[in-house]
Structures are given as structure tokens and as C-alpha cells.
């Protein structure tokens, strides 16, 4: 049992090595809050993953703290001695809000898992001590230098190229790609900005061998998305669209998908991107870690999923120089053959460095029962 008797807020910012586009934005620096809970025996940290605005899902940053500050820390005080497996059903009297809910829930496992010493890898029955890399590319203003960076990262090594694509930034990215590499595992992101009247777009990328077209269509729609899945040869991935164990099934039921994204902050945590992983293991489809260009704090979090047994694609568990000069820890770094080390330490087995961490925190506050 745990009792949590302080949780600590930060905001942080770390700038990105270079600008990430996708169909919702642009970003030039990593905006994020960190959660560091006190219990009776340890420290446990957890990461947002929500952003500045609500682009990619409802929540963001301002709205993730108000709703910590102002329902979940206090439930949280409230149950005294509990489990982080328990959490879920303290939680349960706010509805959704599923990326707040995740930064006390990972943290609270953290400083569980950091008491007695075992590793969140150990804990979620990982099999695997290194996990494939694959690496997320946003649109670039030409097709050339989009062309650069793929020469880039393969050439450091990544096993599987995704691009971001939008309506009149696809056909003619997708097929450059794939005729300067015929033989590479590459996939594209819609983020959610097609429909069925795209069909024309959907029938080109259908010709270019892709690993998976991901999310192309609106977050709320399986039914179209099944729809699609039946026309296209390629296999869908779904990731805005599953937010709990429940929608993957569902998804996998009706056809909307042959692939899904994991992302535990997504989905409301370590414990329910578990229970998405077994729901798709066992109707087997294959999973994935996406990324949400996390810190240390959560790319940790994420290398210790993908050691899952079901995780058999590469995920977006890019090295930290993929986007920050200098990460909040250490840096997580892939090796030449384009895997990367599963943290091994109790908890999430990093730390944040305490310069570093007051350099990058633009905010702090202080929750106390």
C-alpha cells in the first residue's frame, strides 16, 4: 500500500532539435507537466502527454493540471493507503481526462515498484531487455528534405520509417520515399484529417507496400474505419480512436483495424495500456508504442511496454537526440543496429537531472493534503 502525502507539479520545456508538423500544428519545443509524488518510502515520477492545446485529443496542459489540482490529487489524498493498481476506481468519479489521470497513475506504480525495488519492466512481464526503434518524420516544407531525413535516420539505424501526411502533402511524399527505398518498413500517420471522399488518395498509398496507414480517418468513426479496412489491402492502425481496452475490442470486432497504437498516456495509464495489450494479443493483433516526443521520464515509461511480448512492431522509441540537444535524463541512446535498452533500475529506472529539471521547469506547484 502507498500513501501519497505530496505531488509536486512541474511545467516544463525542452526545444526541439527541429520544428515537428503534423495536420494539427507545429511544434518547436516540448511542452509538457511532470508529476513527482512523495509517498512514505519513495519518489515516483509521471509525464503528461498532453500538449499546449487540444489538438490531438481534448485534453491539454492547463486543463490536465486543473483537473489534478482540483479532483485527482484530492481523491488521491483522500484514499490514504492505497494501490496504484486501485487508482482507476479512486478516479472513477471523473469521467475521461484520461492523460491527467495517467501522470498520477504512473507515478504513484513508480514509487511503488522504486520501494521494493522492482523495475516497471519486470512488473508488466516484459520479455525482451532491447525493443526495436522506429522513428516518426512530420511534414517538411519540401520533398527533398523530407527525402534527407529519411536517409538520415536510416542511416543511424531505424528499422521502420512512419511520415506524417495531409490532404495535398501524401501521394506524391509516399511515392518519393518508397522508390528511393523499395525495401524499407515504411508507414504513414493521417492524424485523423481524411475522409472517404479521399478515397483516390487511399487507393495511390495502397500501391506503395506500406507497413500500415495510421488513423486516417476521424478519432469517433469505427464504422467508417471498417469501411475503408475493407477496401484497402494495406493494414489500418488505429490510435486516436482507442482509448481504452474496450475500444480496441470493439475496433478489432467490426474490422476497423488490423494494427493498434499504444500509448499508455492515451489510454489512461500503465494498467489500461496493459489490458490493451492483452486484448489485442489475444484476438491477435499486433501492438505498437507510439510516441508523444515524451522526456526521459516518459520514453522510459514506453521502453518498458514495448519490452511487452505482444509489442512486435517497432514503436516510435526514438533516441533522445531525435529530439532534444539535451534530455531531462540521461540520454536514452539506439544502438547501430537500431535497438534500444530496456531500463533495468527499480521503477521506471531513470531520474531527471535536478539542474537540468530546474532549467527546463517554467512552473511549479505544490499539492498537499
Not at 509521471?46 to 490529487?73: H, K, M, Q
Not at 528534405?145 to 528499422?159: A, C, F, K, P, S
Not at 490493451?276 to 507510439?290: K, L, S
Not at 516510435?316 to 543496429?337: G, Q
Request: negative net charge; glycine residues 8%.
Amino acid at each position: 500500500m502507498t500513501r501519497v502525502h505530496a505531488i509536486e507539479i512541474r511545467f516544463v520545456s525542452l526545444p526541439l532539435v527541429r520544428p515537428f508538423r503534423t495536420s494539427f500544428g507545429t511544434s518547436i519545443s516540448k511542452v509538457c507537466l511532470l508529476a513527482r509524488v512523495e509517498t512514505d518510502s519513495a519518489v515516483g515520477w509521471g509525464e503528461c502527454v498532453a500538449d499546449v492545446e487540444p489538438g490531438f485529443s481534448e485534453e491539454w496542459n492547463d486543463g490536465a493540471f486543473l483537473a489534478i489540482r482540483d479532483f485527482l490529487a484530492p481523491a488521491l489524498f483522500r484514499a490514504g493507503d492505497v494501490k496504484a493498481r486501485e487508482l482507476d476506481m479512486v478516479f472513477g468519479f471523473v469521467r475521461g481526462n484520461r492523460m491527467a489521470k495517467a501522470t498520477l497513475i504512473d507515478a504513484v506504480l513508480d514509487a511503488e515498484l522504486r520501494a521494493r525495488g522492482e523495475s516497471l519492466a519486470s512488473f508488466l512481464d516484459a520479455e525482451k531487455d532491447r525493443v526495436e526503434c522506429g522513428v516518426s518524420l512530420g511534414i517538411t516544407p519540401t520533398t527533398e528534405q523530407l527525402l534527407e531525413q529519411v536517409q538520415e535516420h536510416l542511416d543511424q539505424g531505424y528499422r521502420r520509417i512512419k511520415l506524417k501526411i495531409e490532404p495535398g502533402t501524401d501521394v506524391e511524399r509516399v511515392e518519393a520515399v518508397r522508390a528511393a527505398h523499395p525495401d524499407i518498413a515504411l508507414s504513414v500517420d493521417a492524424n485523423a484529417a481524411y475522409t472517404l471522399e479521399d478515397m483516390a488518395v487511399f487507393d495511390a498509398l495502397d500501391g506503395f507496400g506500406l507497413l500500415m496507414i495510421e488513423q486516417p480517418l476521424h478519432h469517433e468513426d469505427l464504422v467508417r474505419h471498417a469501411e475503408l479496412q475493407r477496401r484497402l489491402a494495406t493494414d489500418l492502425c488505429l490510435d486516436e480512436s482507442i482509448r481504452s481496452a474496450a475500444d480496441a475490442t470493439a475496433a478489432i470486432e467490426i474490422g476497423a483495424c488490423r494494427v493498434v497504437n499504444v500509448k499508455q498516456g492515451r489510454v489512461g495509464g500503465v494498467f489500461e495500456a496493459r489490458r490493451v495489450h492483452d486484448a489485442c494479443r489475444v484476438a491477435g493483433v499486433p501492438v505498437w508504442c507510439g510516441g508523444m516526443l515524451e522526456t526521459g521520464i516518459g520514453r522510459a515509461t514506453n521502453l518498458a511496454l514495448a519490452a511487452m511480448p505482444g509489442f512486435s512492431l517497432p514503436g516510435d522509441t526514438s533516441a533522445s537526440s531525435r529530439y532534444f540537444d539535451e534530455d531531462l535524463t540521461e540520454p536514452f541512446v539506439m544502438a547501430p543496429d537500431g535497438t534500444m535498452a530496456v531500463p533495468a533500475g527499480p521503477g521506471i529506472g531513470v531520474d531527471p537531472h535536478p539542474d537540468r529539471l530546474r532549467t527546463c521547469t517554467t512552473r511549479t506547484e505544490l499539492l498537499r493534503p
